[in-house]
């Protein structure tokens, strides 16, 4: 059997859900053709292949390449001042209701071309990229009118063409009301609907839709309007639900089919039920839950118990997670919200490619998947999870390159 490219002697943690715990494999072997994965299993049972190059990886650990599922990677400017006066005990709330938060991000996103907003972006795409990141999920939301929203867009699409790794791009246009709708959240919503979404949508530029249904945000109403509206121009929905109060936003989400709710910190059992039959994932930030000093935990013997997927993701924006580490993130899942090292794993590949709705096609080590590997320098696949401010990778492997 014909393939272009072998990584052999590896021990393996194929994440596959047919196999117990990681899936390990202790002599394990990986063959790609056409930057698909041919083959992912035990040496001895590999058929006998004619491959244009063998790699011996010399006893590393393979995983699936690592997957980033929430992200707002694009933004003018930061928010280190915001930093300072939580430091000095302003409440998140409290900066945003004086027009800091997601405004101030607004207005140096609008001022920044979309040549800037990709060259700010690239330093934070690397630094994922360097820990084995192989697809990112990238947010719009810092626009907040139909140009800049498709100007942050446009910019998400091109990191995707500069860099070798899968960008899916979620439209955010209702993350915040911008000042000129003053109080008039529903015009602006109006607008989100009737106006943005159907432009989004006509340029191909979204793979999803996405809101904030929260009390600086919008209401579950004002969410259920955006979800009708991408649903209409067949957009998957997600949803930042919970985070700082509870509006039933996780329930909402499983009506609609989302792919995910994300944050969660104040789901409800009801919520946990919802998500479980629709097979929403729960998407936690463990970044956001540590920077803005979050003391409620999200429910997670209630999500387990329930068997609801788990994915973890870095949330990374200026402010509220400026975090461009999915090890960190790990490390954050295990310490803070008390998940196992299988967890954690699974939730930046397996569990992260079901929340973009991309597990046909990646977040496991299969046949018939993309060759998209992260090849490590540890001994056991906890280091991973354990080790802080330390990077083991030894190659990544995006589309079988």
């Known amino acids: 059997m014909r393939c272009d490219r072998i990584w052999a002697n590896a021990r393996l943690a194929t994440l596959s859900p047919d196999q117990p715990g990681l899936g390990e494999i202790m002599d394990g072997l990986v063959a790609s053709q056409d930057g698909k994965i041919v083959y992912a299993g035990a040496a001895a049972d590999a058929p006998r292949f004619e491959a244009a190059e063998t790699i011996n990886c010399q006893g590393r650990w393979i995983t699936p390449g690592l997957i980033d599922p929430h992200t707002h990677l694009i933004f003018g400017g930061d928010r280190a001042h915001e930093f300072e006066l939580r430091l000095a005990g302003a409440s998140y709330e409290e900066i945003a209701r004086a027009g800091g938060g997601i405004v ?3 207005k140096a996103t609008r001022a920044a071309t979309e040549h800037d907003l990709v060259a700010s972006a690239l330093p934070r795409l690397d630094t994922l990229i360097a820990e084995g990141l192989t697809t990112i999920e990238v947010k719009s939301g810092y626009g907040l009118s139909l140009e800049h929203e498709l100007k942050s867009l446009r910019a ?34 109006d607008k989100v609907c009737g106006e943005m979404i159907p432009a989004v949508a006509a340029e191909g530029l979204a793979d999803a839709v996405d809101a904030f249904c929260e009390g600086i945000g919008f209401t579950p109403e004002q969410t259920r309007r955006v979800f009708a509206a991408a649903k209409a121009h067949g957009l998957p929905v997600k949803l930042h639900a919970e985070q700082l109060s509870n509006l039933h936003g996780a329930a909402l989400a499983a009506e609609y089919g989302a792919l995910s709710a994300d944050h969660l910190e104040h789901l409800d059992l009801a919520g946990v039920a919802a998500m479980a039959k629709a097979g929403v994932v729960a998407t936690l930030l463990p970044g956001a839950y540590y920077f803005v000093r979050e003391t409620k935990l999200p429910p997670i013997e209630a999500l387990r118990a329930a068997g609801v997927p788990i994915a973890l993701a870095t949330d990374c924006n200026p402010g509220t997670s400026p975090l461009t580490s999915l090890l960190l993130t790990m490390n954050m899942g295990a310490t ?54 330390f990077n083991p990778l030894h190659a990544r ?5």
């Open 336 to 389: 803070l919200f008390r998940l196992t090292v299988d967890e954690c794993l699974a939730g930046v590949t397996r569990e992260a490619a079901r929340a973009l709705g991309l597990l046909a096609q990646t977040g496991t080590l299969e046949a018939g998947k993309r060759c998209d590997l992260a090849i490590w320098d540890i001994e056991r696949p906890a280091e991973l999870v354990y080790r802080m401010g």
């Open 104 to 106: 101030s991000t607004m």
């Open 397 to 401: 492997v995006w589309s079988g390159l």
């Open 156 to 189: 998400a699409r091109k990191l995707g063409q500069m860099r070798q790794v899968s960008v899916k791009t979620t439209f955010l246009g209702a993350h915040a009301l911008p000042p000129e709708y003053g109080d008039n959240s529903d015009g602006y919503i």
